[in-house]
């Protein structure tokens, strides 16, 4: 099955500086890699997907990038703000009969005001 | 939209007794339906896979007559956990996608406490 690798797990950055978040996957099979921000007691709000056939995907401050050749992909946040605060997850999709998402262990991101 | 609804938020009863917990879209028709379980920090566990109209594929090491899986409309799943034990507690979420293969939306979560 699917084994999708996150880090880092904790990320604190300066309000107004970068974030990026790593994933990497290991079923070359995988077609779709969402992204999910996930704050405390509520459950994961997609943010920003990508597809295989695609290498760069971009919504306002936020990207997502995707190499197949090393099966991995980054999720890039600019101008952080305190409210990007939260915990994100990367996961992977397989073409394959399994239809349920193999999500990465989570970084918690911290904006420092 | 893409609006999933999923209820009770909170519950904390008793060992012994059944839950069931609801998960609806809102505002669009969903072929598929998901149920996770996390735990705290933690990422999401896929549990189970339902799709309307069929029996849910669950998967390995979750007991499918301990958390009976029923998708019985387009807009509805729901999961009993059957006969709760303290092990049991955890926070469930469920998330619904318009068809097999698209993008999934997620409910909040119900947090499922079991004394």
């Known amino acids: 099955g699917e084994n999708v690798e996150q880090h880092p797990s904790t990320l604190s950055v300066q309000e107004g500086d970068s974030a990026v978040i790593k994933c990497t996957y290991s079923?070359?099979?995988?077609?779709?890699f969402p992204w999910y921000k996930q704050e405390l007691g509520k459950g994961p709000q997609l943010i920003i997907d990508?597809?295989?056939?695609?290498g760069e995907k971009k919504d306002q401050r936020i990207a997502v990038t995707l190499n197949k050749t090393a099966k991995h992909f980054s999720l890039h946040i600019t101008e952080t703000q305190p409210e990007d605060s939260a915990v994100y997850f990367c996961?992977?999709?397989?073409?394959?009969?399994?239809?349920?998402?193999?999500f990465g262990k989570g970084t918690h991101l911290i904006i420092q005001p | 939209g893409a609006v999933v609804s999923q209820h009770p938020s909170w519950v904390i009863c008793k060992s012994g007794t059944s839950v069931k917990i609801e998960c609806r879209s809102l505002?669009?028709?969903?072929?598929?339906m998901f149920w996770y379980r996390q735990f705290p920090k933690q990422s999401l566990m896929l549990m189970a896979t339902?799709?309307?109209?069929?029996?849910?594929?669950?998967e390995q090491g979750v007991e499918k007559d301990k958390f009976l899986i029923n998708h019985a409309s387009l807009t509805l799943s729901t999961l009993t956990v059957t006969s709760a034990h303290p092990e049991d507690s955890s926070f469930y979420i469920c998330?619904?996608?318009?068809?097999?293969?698209?993008?999934?939306?997620f409910g909040d979560g119900t947090r499922l406490s079991i004394l």
């Open positions: 079923d070359s099979a995988s077609n779709y």
């Open positions: 339902s799709n309307e109209g069929s029996k849910a594929t669950y």
């Open positions: 990508i597809r295989s056939n695609v």
């Open positions: 996961a992977a999709y397989s073409g394959g009969g399994a239809d349920g998402l193999t």
């Open positions: 998330s619904a996608s318009r068809e097999a293969r698209q993008p999934q939306h």
């Open positions: 505002d669009f028709q969903a072929t598929t």
